[in-house]
Structures are given as C-alpha cells and as structure tokens.
C-alpha cells in the first residue's frame, strides 16, 4: 500500500521541480562574480609565499601554473596549506629534514599514514622552542611548492581540475559537482577556453539565495492563471518555507564535537584526516558549547607565527580567535554562528553565508551542540533529488 505523501514531502517536491527549472535557466556566467576571481602562483613558490597570498587575499584556494605547458595545473587549497604544516611540525619535533635532496647523507623523511581511515592523530608530548620555530621559517621560506609535492612523491595535481563552460547550465554543473565529489568547479570561457573564474558550493547557494525566491514568485504568478493548478498555489508558496527540520534525520547524525583540552594539533588533524569537516564544536566539562574552530583559523597561526600554539589546549586558540575579531566592530552584529530546526531551509542558508566560519551550530536547552551544518551539507539537501545520471 502506498504511504501518504505528508504536507511537507509534497512542499519538497514543488520545490525541487521548481528548483531544477531555476538551475536549467540559469548559466554559470549568471552564478560569476568579482569574487570568483583566479589566483595563480607559479610552483617555484615557496610555501611561504603561498601561504601569505592564502593571508592577504582571504581565498580558499589557488592554481598552479605550469611552464612547461604553459597551462594550469591543479589546485592548492586551505586543506593542502594545512597538511603540509602539520606535516612541518612534526618532522622539526622528530629533528629530520622537511625535504630531501641528492646529498647520501641526508636522511629520508619519516612518513606518516595519512590514508582516510585512520582514527588516532599524532599526539606531541614535546614543546616547540624558538630555535625550532626559527627553523620552521626558514624551511618555509626556502621550499618550493614544487621541492615540497616532489620530494615526497606526490604529484601537483593532487587536487584535480573540475571543467564546466559558462555557458553551461547550473543544473548540469551541479550533476558534475555532485558525481564528482568535489567542493569547486573551474569555469572555461566559451571561446577562448581560458579559466574565467572558480565557483564553490557557497557561490551557487548565494547565487540560489539572491535569484530562486524571485523566479519561484514569477513562475507562481504564471501558473496562477491557470485553473489546473490553482488548488496547489498554497503549497507552491511555501516551497521555500519548507522547515530545516524537516531533514532532521540528516542533520542530527553530524554531531563531531572535540573537549576543551583537546592539543590544538590534534583538533586540525582530526578534522582534515577523520572527521572531515570544515569546523569541530568545542565544549567544556559539562558538554556546553564554548566555539567553533575552523580550518580558516588556521591562518591566525600562520599570520602571527604562533606556531607553538599547536601544542596548546584548544580553549587557547578560541579565546586568541576572539580577542583577534573584536577588532572588528561589525563582526558580532554580521556573523552568524547558530541555527535551530524551527529555521526554514532560505534562513538557514542565509545565516550559513553570513557565518564567516561557513559552519552553523544548533544547540539543545542546555547548549550542548546537537548538530553541525556547512556548506557541503545545505548544498546537498537543497539538491538532493537531482539525477546524476
């Protein structure tokens, strides 16, 4: 026997078919903006100086160009930034080299299995002192980002170029992002073939924010007229009041949350190698909520060269991070950081584009985090109905 469709399943379903509508009549060069500017750095760059264009232009992520093929070739994101000084770390602890050359004497560095599966990060016992922080610098000043990938026998295409043309439709680049599994997609130029810009899952939300509600009104305002759907108008005008607790069952299963204490190196780890998440909730002894740490915050450690801040409780970092944004006047009035289930799916979006940590936390009565949500996961709700084949 067929299940009755509920008020909220048959809400969805005008919304995904208006939704996809919305995607087929909107290009990638409708989803472009000045944001979506490309940044390029050639791979003799030290890791230095790739970090510092990741300090001074706020960006996610950076091509490579190739010389020799006079071509793009691959992407540097926050991730890749954050792996390699975890990685730097933990060698200058070890006291081996952070690269190797011809020399017999040099020694290989120890390589650690960071493969998906693995569960339990290096925890370091040991302090990092100003001669090995002195070190640190200088390794990263003078290693190339291509001595780096090369001496540990990765290629610079580690991050592969996902290819849309602009004048492609928004609907079959979400099919590609989606079947891909990636976070971005590299907009081609129609004629000149030339990257143009780079679209995130946060553009086309935005893009989603800004255009859907105007075309969903205008769809609905011609089909008014029509006698065959004038029963269902009610339900088409709350597509996009659709609660965020309808996909409760989705959301209450993301609920990562790390201890105070937690080594601030072990929180990083944790979320590039276990959890996977762009921001971990942390908590104090009795469970409620203190903040988040996310992977941009990374860059405070890199900008004020607080490397020794890796080996310190997490509390430290937040209360840092928090001292840093009251130097903005307007980030606690702009910045959202919370949502709870009774939010429509458009405010949760909304405040999730406003957060600068592109994360939301959702708490219970007592403020213990219950769930987080980031861009991948809206990202995938709203679009969740789309075939891929």
Not at 138 to 155: A, M, Q
Not at 202 to 210: E, G, H, P, R
Not at 324 to 346: D, P, R, V
């Amino acid at each position: 026997m067929k299940r009755m469709q509920s008020k909220e399943d048959i809400i969805k379903d005008q919304y995904m078919k208006t939704l996809t509508c919305f995607l087929q009549d909107s290009t990638l060069y409708d989803c472009l903006s000045i944001n979506n500017q490309v940044a390029v750095i050639d791979q003799s760059f030290s890791l230095f100086d790739v970090f510092n264009v990741f300090i001074d232009t706020h960006i996610d992520e950076v091509l490579f160009w190739n010389p020799d093929v006079a071509y793009y070739d691959g992407v540097f994101t926050q991730t890749d930034l954050i792996r390699i000084i975890l990685k730097c770390y933990q060698n200058i602890l070890n006291g081996v080299p952070n690269v190797w050359g011809n020399s017999k004497i040099q020694v290989q560095p120890i390589m650690e299995e960071e493969d998906e599966d693995r569960t339990t990060p290096v925890h370091l016992k040991q302090l990092i002192g100003q001669e090995q922080i002195n070190k640190l610098l200088i390794d990263l000043k003078t290693i190339s980002v291509r001595d780096w990938f090369n001496s540990y026998g990765e290629s610079l295409h580690q991050s592969s170029l996902v290819q849309a043309d602009m004048a492609d439709n928004l609907n079959d680049a979400m099919k590609k992002i989606l079947k891909q599994g990636v976070t971005r997609i590299v907009v081609i130029d129609t004629e000149s073939r030339i990257i143009v810009g780079i679209l995130q899952q946060k553009d086309i939300l935005a893009f989603l924010v800004k255009g859907f509600s105007q075309y969903f009104h205008l769809q609905l305002s011609l089909k008014s007229h029509k006698v065959e759907v004038h029963h269902q108008n009610n339900q088409q005008s709350e597509q996009h009041e659709l609660e965020i607790n309808y996909f409760s069952d989705n959301i209450l299963l993301l609920n990562d949350k790390l201890p105070f204490d937690t080594n601030v190196y072990d929180v990083f780890y944790k979320l590039i190698y276990v959890i996977k998440r762009n921001a971990i909730p942390i908590v104090d002894q009795n469970n409620r909520y203190l903040g988040l740490i996310d992977r941009r915050d990374f860059l405070f450690i890199l900008k004020y060269q607080v490397f020794d801040m890796l080996n310190r409780p997490a509390i430290d970092l937040l209360n840092f991070i928090k001292i840093e944004k009251k130097q903005f006047a307007g980030f606690s009035i702009c910045n959202k950081e919370l949502f709870h289930m009774k939010q429509t799916l458009k405010e949760v979006v909304e405040n999730l584009l406003l957060s600068s940590r592109g994360s939301l936390v959702c708490l219970n009565e007592n403020q213990e985090p219950i769930a987080t949500l980031q861009m991948s996961d809206l990202f995938k709700i709203c679009l969740d109905d789309i075939e891929l084949e």
